[in-house]
C-alpha cells in the first residue's frame, strides 16, 4: 500500500524565487458595505424617533430673557419682572388696607370734585362778565343811531326803544353804576361803565334805581322807562360810548355779543 503524505504550504520566505525577480502579490479585495434594506431604514428610523424625545430643547425667547438675569415668574396670575414676588391674588385682600384705600379714594374724588366746581364757576362768573342782554322787553325801535331830525341838535346818538312808561330797565351787560341822577335833555340817566372803560347811557326814565358806585350784573334792574328830558313819549335811550369817548351804534355793540334787538 502506499501511504498519501499532504502537501506542506510553503511560507513566502520558503517560496522558490526566480532568479533577479520578486515573487509577485496578490492585491487585497475590498469587501463591500451592504446596500441597506427597508427593515434597515425603518429601524433606523425608529431610533431617530428616540433619540429626538429625549434630545435637548434650545432656548426660546423667554429663556433668553431670564438668562439675560430678568427671571420672569407667575404667581397665581400675577407676573412679576423681577421674580422676587410672593403676592398671592387669590387670598381677601386686608380689611386695614381695603379701609385705607377707599378713604384715600372718597377723598380724591371729593378734592377732583371741589376743582371741577371751582374751574366750572370761574368759568361762568367770566362767561356772565361777558354776557350782554337786551335792556327792555315790549318796545319797538323808533329812532336808530346815525338818524336825523328836528328833535336832535346833531344827528341820533343812539338807539331809542320805544314802550309803555315803567317797563323795566335791566343793565346790558356787567360793570360799575358811575353816574345816576337828571341830565338836562337826557332826563333820568344812569352811566354804568363795563371793565374796559366803555360807558353806556340809560336815559330818560320815570325813575332810577341804583346809586353811583353799585356794581351791576347782565340783566340787573336798573331803572324803569319814562318820558323825562327832551322826548315826545316814553322810551328808552341808550348809548353805547367806548373808553368814555364818543358814541357809537348800539345796534353794532349788542350784535357783537350776540343780541340782536
Known sequence: MSSYTPKRRLDASEAPRTAGKRAAVRPRRRRRRPRPTPAMVGALAL????????????PTGSDTLASSGQAISSTAGVVDIDGD????????LDPQALEEQTATQAEQVMQAQADLTERAQAAAAELESNQWVLPVTGYRLSARFGQSSSMWSSSHTGLDLAGPSGSTIVSMTAGTVTEAGYDGAYGNKTVVTLEDGTEIWYAHQSRIAVSAGDTVDPGEEIGYTGATGNVTG???????????????DPLGALAEHGVNP
Open 47 to 58: 431610533v431617530a424617533a428616540g433619540i429626538g424625545a429625549g434630545a435637548p430643547s434650545f
Open 85 to 92: 414676588s410672593d403676592v398671592d391674588i387669590s387670598e381677601p
Open 234 to 248: 316814553p322810551h328808552l335811550h341808550v348809548e353805547v360810548r367806548p373808553g368814555g369817548g364818543e358814541p357809537v
